[in-house]
């Protein structure tokens, strides 16, 4: 009867540290770091418990701020638009080691740019 027990309690320690439990708690927090490619400068995130992200991006090219806004999932992948409505894309990957990269693309303004980013949390 006690290894019974002891494979059940086993089988539900595995069950309940299942991969599908993970949370945002190491994302959560404020985010910056460059972009470039067509155009260049420098992006700020703030991502709330709830995984929703807000941020800008600033053009050193034209000088122009332009909103973020998305959700970040439980595995850091980012999913944003950049502009309200949304004139384009920011992409790519938080990892817990503190890191982030992706792509970006804003159709604004004409004609559409487009390139890489990366960056890492703040220490706070």
Same mark, same amino acid.
Request: aromatic share 10%; proline share 2%.
């Given at each position: 009867?006690?290894?019974?027990?002891?494979?059940?309690?086993?089988?539900?320690?595995?069950?309940?540290?299942?991969?599908?439990?993970?949370?945002?708690?190491?994302?959560?927090?404020?985010?910056?770091?460059?972009?470039?490619?067509?155009?260049?400068?420098? +992006?700020?995130?703030?991502?709330?418990?709830?995984?929703?992200?807000?941020?800008?991006?600033?053009?050193?090219?034209?000088?122009?701020?332009?909103?973020?806004?998305?959700?970040?999932?439980?595995?850091?992948?980012?999913?944003?638009?950049?502009?309200?409505?949304?004139?384009?894309?920011?992409?790519?990957?938080?990892?817990?080691?503190?890191?982030?990269?992706?792509? +970006?693309?804003?159709?604004?303004?004409?004609?559409?740019?487009?390139?890489? +980013?990366?960056?890492?949390?703040?220490?706070?």
């Amino acid at each position: 009867m006690k290894k019974l027990f002891f494979l059940l309690l086993t089988a539900f320690l595995f069950i309940g540290c299942n991969s599908d439990d993970d949370s945002i708690y190491d994302f959560i927090g404020t985010w910056h770091g460059t972009y470039e490619g067509s155009d260049k400068g420098v +992006w700020n995130i703030v991502v709330a418990d709830d995984g929703k992200v807000t941020g800008t991006m600033h053009s050193d090219v034209n000088q122009e701020n332009y909103n973020i806004s998305g959700n970040v999932s439980s595995s850091g992948d980012i999913n944003a638009v950049v502009g309200l409505p949304s004139d384009g894309e920011f992409r790519g990957n938080l990892t817990t080691d503190k890191k982030g990269s992706g792509t +970006w693309v804003n159709s604004v303004p004409t004609p559409g740019r487009s390139g890489t +980013w990366q960056g890492e949390k703040d220490k706070n």
